[in-house]
């Protein structure tokens, strides 16, 4: 019995394919020379690419194809499917950029990529203008760091006189002073701790120590303007920049508009990067000089650090004297 079953179940799945196969039923619908009608494509597909002036992809722009609309994914692109044969208006647009459009012509079966490019407007490209503290006539500087094994410094910078007068006071990670230096007009005074001594010194010798502070100090804000400033042109390569506008606020008695700054690197060890926050002073003389910087940097080692830098009393008569 068992067997007969077997039997009569492999016939009718033979049965079943065979009928299949040789065009049996209703579902299976024919052209006169036996061949299955297939329909044509009566539709297009366009992919929109929206890039920089640089050719760096923007992402989150808004992307319209004629009452279709899509935004921008990481890539820069944009996707339309099931598009009807005929003429189209593509357009895209971003805060901070002029809008662009053009026309495609697209027939049954395209599969199309249509290349826009954004400028920035002329706000934003104001933000450009940052400029290095090497202009200022005096300034008070505040440097506190924070390492990845977390281990905190300080340091305090006073130039007054375009660079004549200058103090400048290292602090150890308890706030108690490690070492001061005074050079004003030739002269040249050191101590060592707050109840060091204080000890005449050739100009050369303590102008060499806050050269070098110094040229860290104005290097990193330098650096970080220029940063700033290849955002803002949208530049591309290895690193990798964004630019964005958070927000206004007065800090340090300064009226500011408030950047992030992201930056981001790659080379053989991996991917480091720098996740900063300046203030810039938005009105008045000290218009476009940045008053506070906040940075956050990540290595390829993953590790972290955090530096914060205020700049203050710009263009103040700081009164610097020999103690």
């Not at 319209?64 to 609309?69: A, F, R």
């Not at 662009?100 to 203008?129: C, I, R």
Request: hydrophobic residues 30%; glycine residues 10%; aromatic residues 6%.
């Amino acid at each position: 019995m068992r067997k007969k079953l077997l039997a009569i179940s492999v016939a009718l799945i033979i049965g079943i394919i065979l009928f299949s196969g040789c065009g049996g039923g209703k579902t299976n619908q024919r052209g006169n020379n036996g061949s299955s009608t297939q329909k044509p494509v009566t539709t297009a597909s366009l992919t929109v690419s929206v890039n920089n002036e640089s050719g760096t992809p923007l992402n989150e722009a808004n992307v319209n194809v004629e009452g279709k609309s899509a935004v921008t994914d990481n890539s820069g692109k944009a996707s339309f499917a099931s598009l009807k044969p005929g003429s189209y208006t593509v357009s895209a647009q971003k805060d901070g950029y002029k809008n662009t459009e053009e026309t495609v012509t697209l027939n049954s079966g395209d599969k199309k990529t249509v290349n826009l490019t954004l400028t920035k407007t002329a706000e934003e490209n104001a933000a450009e203008q940052l400029n290095d503290i090497s202009k200022l006539k005096s300034y008070r500087l505040t440097f506190e760091s924070l390492s990845p094994d977390k281990k905190t410094g300080k340091m305090l910078i006073e130039e007054d006189d375009f660079g004549k007068e200058k103090h400048m006071v290292i602090y150890n990670g308890e706030g108690k002073v490690e070492m001061e230096f005074y050079d004003v007009n030739g002269k040249a005074k050191l101590r060592s701790g707050e109840n060091g001594k204080w000890m005449s010194l050739p100009e050369s010798s303590v102008k060499a120590m806050t050269d070098s502070s110094l040229g860290f100090v104005n290097s990193m804000m330098n650096g970080t303007v220029e940063d700033f400033n290849e955002a803002v042109k949208g530049k591309g390569g290895s690193v990798r920049y964004k630019q964005e506008k958070l927000g206004s606020e007065t800090v340090n008695g300064y009226p500011t508009s408030k950047y992030r700054l992201y930056l981001e690197g790659h080379d053989e060890e991996g991917t480091g990067i720098i996740d900063s926050y300046l203030w810039v002073i938005s009105k008045g003389q000290y218009k476009n000089y940045t008053t506070r910087m906040i940075l956050n940097f990540k290595g390829t080692n993953g590790k972290t650090s955090k530096i914060t830098v205020n700049l203050t009393d710009l263009g103040k008569d700081l009164h610097i004297a020999l103690p």
